[in-house]
């Protein structure tokens, strides 16, 4: 079966390589070419992604799930995840979201200095 590929994908896509290319790997406006890459990925790629990122351990497990099945991640797992300090994970978390921001993408589902209860088995 043949899955349909928005060409909005294919554009973005490009357009991360060359700033990839032009910038380096952690040049805002890289990190920015990649949100847009990620925003037009298919859902079936987003999927395969995110199972090879649990395969290889690039994501730490979920914090906990919303009541309706959601992961939810907190920031001090993430920083122990990656071994790196709560203030550093902090700094990355609101440069990703000012990246999306920039490119004019929802931070919606983004929670900070939340009470949201968590559930801790899936």
């Known amino acids: 079966m043949i899955k349909h590929v928005d060409p909005e994908f294919f554009k973005a ?16 406006i890289t990190e920015q070419a990649l949100m847009l890459t990620m925003h037009y990925t298919p859902e079936h790629i987003k999927a395969e992604m995110h199972q090879k990122a649990k395969e290889l351990n690039l994501l730490p497990p979920p914090s906990g799930y919303t009541d309706d099945g959601e992961p939810m991640y907190q ?6 995840h990656f071994g790196i300090s709560f203030e550093e994970a902090e700094q990355r978390l609101l440069q990703m979201m000012d990246n999306r921001q920039q490119v004019g993408l929802s931070n919606d589902g983004v929670l900070i200095n939340s009470n949201i209860h968590i559930n801790r088995v899936q």
């Open 75 to 80: 920031l001090e797992d993430i920083a122990k």
């Open 13 to 28: 896509f490009d357009h991360y390589k060359a700033m990839l290319a032009q910038y380096g790997e952690h040049h805002p």
